[in-house]
């Protein structure tokens, strides 16, 4: 009973407060709470570089400090993509196989992931980031989500939490933290060698024959802790003279020329890449309000899908396979004129943060008028719907109730006039622009 309510009971209290929360976040609509991913490692991150606020750099910073003090927590209470997986383990019955510790693949796999993001780039973090993928999955398998659930569904009951230890870039970043890190689970004198912490452990970094935990890996799950029936493993704080050495000399050069290396190829990535991103960017699509220029929407959004459940009008969609940003579909409704809620749950600042006035004066479409289409210049009844619904006035009627056509210089490309319209072929169509501009008036 001790054990229950001591450091695993506190984990596991942590991760189901997380997952309430990622809950109403993802499903309850609730933009207020949405906030918790605003303090995301990854997501932080790149606000860092997207829509740089103090904020985010407390974010990072707040989780560094944390790692360094106590190592891996994060990813054990709050990461939603390692709590799924530790309920995923919940279903594997059978014994644990054996963890390989892949130092050189995380390491390339981190350097490439942060070359492309400090170029200025998400792709890395689009297939990798672990909140991304959570994103994916909880938009109700839409859109590719169902993809990552069956591939992290078989990496886990294969090799527990592999992902986190060999391939995560956020786990690798601060898996360096930690092998610094203050406070540590500690195999004491007495221990018989029984092997049930070694079972129990997600991570595989428990080594028997020398009686040390790998801290880099280390999840901080407190399995092991909980589970030893001589109370042999303790969590506290590591006397120097204790310390191992980590590595041979020859091994850390490797480690961190792998880790240069795959900076240097996210760079060289990120550059080829971003020249392609132009051909994409040409394809120009209606965007959220606060994405910008479809360049550079393209090279921030990681594709979570926070905003697509989150959207009141159910507009924003993901990209087909989740290959790329989310976008406007204006066939499925309008852009609320008195709704900015995409933009204050964006986690990564792909969609800047507007207040409601910036976002009623954003322009990020134009409306066309087609008088061919109009029933009332072709069957000469009265309408006047599109005038009556422009929030921003850019449809007028004359005095016989015929419109005007559509002012450009007060039209925001809200789609509402488009969206009313009952001629059989739309005689108001939204048409995307190359740069979302704000408007003076």
């Given amino acids: 009973m001790k054990k229950l309510f001591g450091l695993k009971g506190l984990r596991i209290a942590a991760s189901a407060a ?3 929360l990622t809950g109403i976040a993802f499903y309850g609509g609730s933009g207020a709470v949405a906030g918790i991913f605003h303090f995301q490692f990854a997501p932080a991150l790149m606000r860092c570089f997207a829509a740089f606020s103090a904020g985010a750099l407390a974010t990072v910073l707040a989780i560094l400090v944390l790692t360094l003090l106590f190592g891996r927590i994060y990813c054990s209470m709050f990461c939603p993509f390692g709590i799924l ?8 019955r059978k014994k644990s196989r054996a963890i390989p510790n892949l130092p050189r693949l ?8 942060f070359g492309l993001l400090f170029c200025g780039w998400s792709a890395g973090l689009l297939l990798l980031d672990p909140y991304t993928n959570f ?7 839409t859109s590719g989500g169902f993809v990552p659930l069956v591939i992290i569904f078989a990496l886990v009951l294969w090799k527990r939490r592999i992902y986190c230890t060999a391939i995560c870039p956020v786990g690798t ?21 029984c092997g049930k912490c070694a079972r129990l452990c997600p991570a595989g970094c428990i080594d028997l024959k020398s009686g040390t935990i790998d801290s880099e890996r280390c999840l901080r799950c407190m399995n092991c802790i909980a589970g030893c029936p001589l109370g042999k493993i303790r969590f506290e704080r590591e006397k120097s003279e204790e310390i191992p050495v980590d590595e041979s000399r020859r091994a850390f050069l490797v480690n961190g020329g792998v880790l240069l290396a795959g900076l240097a190829a996210g760079a060289l990535l990120a550059r080829t890449g971003l020249g392609k991103l132009e051909e994409f960017a040409r394809k120009f699509r209606i965007l959220p309000p606060g994405a910008g220029s479809a360049k550079r929407f393209a090279a921030k959004c990681t594709g979570c899908q926070l905003c697509t459940k989150n959207c009141p009008e159910k507009i924003i ?8 940003p989310v976008s406007l579909d204006l066939s499925r409704g309008s852009c609320r004129f008195d709704c900015n809620k995409c933009s204050r749950v964006c986690p990564t600042g792909a969609i800047r943060p507007l207040t409601l006035a910036a976002k009623q004066k954003t322009k990020i479409a134009e409306a066309h008028f087609n008088p061919q289409n109009c029933i009332v210049f072709q069957d000469d009844e009265e309408c006047g719907k599109c005038a009556a619904v422009c929030p921003t006035h850019a449809i007028t009627l004359r005095k016989n109730g015929t419109p005007r056509g559509v002012n450009l210089k007060l039209c925001i490309g809200c ?8 001629a059989p072929e739309k005689a ?10 704000l408007l003076e008036n």
């Fill in 18 to 20: 997380v997952l309430i």
């Fill in 85 to 92: 997986q530790d309920l995923i383990l919940i279903f594997s």
């Fill in 106 to 113: 995380r390491y390339a796999v981190a350097g490439i992931v």
């Fill in 135 to 141: 994103g994916r999955i909880a938009g109700a398998f």
């Fill in 173 to 193: 970043l601060l898996g360096l933290t930690a092998k610094f890190s203050v406070f540590r689970p500690l195999i004491q004198k007495g221990c018989v060698k």
């Fill in 317 to 324: 969609v993901p990209a087909k396979g989740a290959a790329g």
């Fill in 415 to 422: 789609g509402a006039c488009q969206e009313i319209c009952p």
């Fill in 428 to 437: 108001m169509t939204v048409h995307e622009i190359e740069k979302q501009i």
